[in-house]
């Protein structure tokens, strides 16, 4: 592990690549890479009833671990998921990118999220604020956290294959 860098200019300029890198992933399907780029001590969490809920008492649409993570990678794989027959397609513009806390090898940062989603469905835009928690290992940053709180969860959501 080292340390962050405290060129805030020159960090803001590293999260955001890494930010445009992990949706690129998303966006294209590519579930090895985006699986790759998370920590073994990893939390992805999408609460579904608000932003501010306790993940442990109340229901998330997702909120999973490291090896929960390698699951839905692995089943989205299969080509078995008839939501995603045939898969979605998607594009996610990743803007308002801010950096919060830096603690050592970890930074914490918050972006907004647009997720355009085209199924058979019809199209959906999807809008988020994210928060993530990186860890720069071996100099390259790592997903450690993630939080996507979906401003229109309100909307009927009938397949969350958009969010990996």
Do not use: C
């Amino acid at each position: 592990m080292t340390r962050i860098s405290q060129d805030r200019e020159e960090l803001h300029r590293a999260v955001e690549a890494f930010l445009f890198m992990e949706a690129r992933l998303q966006d294209t399907h590519d579930y090895d890479g985006w699986e790759s780029l998370w920590e073994d001590d990893a939390i992805y969490w999408v609460p579904a009833n608000g932003g501010d809920i306790d993940p442990e008492e109340k229901m998330s649409f997702i909120y999973d671990n490291r090896s929960r993570i390698r699951i839905r990678m692995d089943q989205l794989k299969t080509g078995r998921r008839h939501t995603q027959t045939p898969r979605s397609e998607l594009a996610r513009i990743v803007s308002n990118v801010e950096i919060e806390e830096i603690d050592g090898a970890e930074v914490t940062a918050r972006a907004n999220v647009l997720i355009f989603e085209e199924n058979l469905r019809g199209e959906t835009l999807w809008a988020a604020r994210n928060e993530y928690r990186l860890r720069l290992v071996d100099g390259a940053f790592r997903l450690v956290r993630k939080k996507v709180a979906l401003v229109n969860a309100h909307k009927p959501i009938y397949t969350l294959s958009f969010l990996v």
